[in-house]
């Protein structure tokens, strides 16, 4: 037994083995000559598809390009301008103001906590029980 496993031809080989064979020559001449147009066709579709590709992606590059030196130029203004910004900032800001409150803030939480922890201590000292100096009355050791 011998199995057949039918592949299929390439438009080429169709056309070259409906030269060959006379007697399904013109069915395999015709879809030969077919298949290669349509392939043709596909080849040059996909080939213009990727011209307009091309070119799109080079005109894309070409603004990104211009739209980064605009930024680039943009990011060199303000460099430029930094320093004086800086200084401007610096002569509108005072410091001295504010400082001696939150000095007294820092105190004050410190010695609430302070406070806290002490009144703590306390109450728990007081809410535990002295340890009793005679032994325990009930057995602490379970029995088995």
Not at 22 to 33: I, Q
């Amino acid at each position: 037994m011998s199995e057949k496993a039918e592949t299929r031809l390439t438009p080429r080989e169709r056309l070259t083995r409906g030269l060959t064979y006379s007697a399904v020559g013109p069915a395999d001449v015709t879809r030969g000559l077919v298949g290669l147009g349509v392939h043709s066709g596909q080849s040059t579709a996909a080939e213009l598809r990727r011209r307009y590709r091309e070119g799109r992606l080079a005109r894309e590059v070409a603004a990104a390009q211009e739209t980064l030196a605009q930024e680039l130029a943009a990011a060199q203004q303000v460099v430029s301008n930094l320093p004086q910004a800086l200084q401007d900032a610096r002569r509108t800001q005072r410091r001295g103001k504010h400082r001696p409150w939150i000095i007294a803030a820092v105190a004050v939480a410190v010695a609430v906590l302070a406070g806290g922890a002490v009144a703590f201590s306390l109450v728990r000292r007081s809410t535990r029980p002295d340890p009793s100096p005679r032994p325990p009355s009930v057995d602490v050791q379970p029995r088995p």
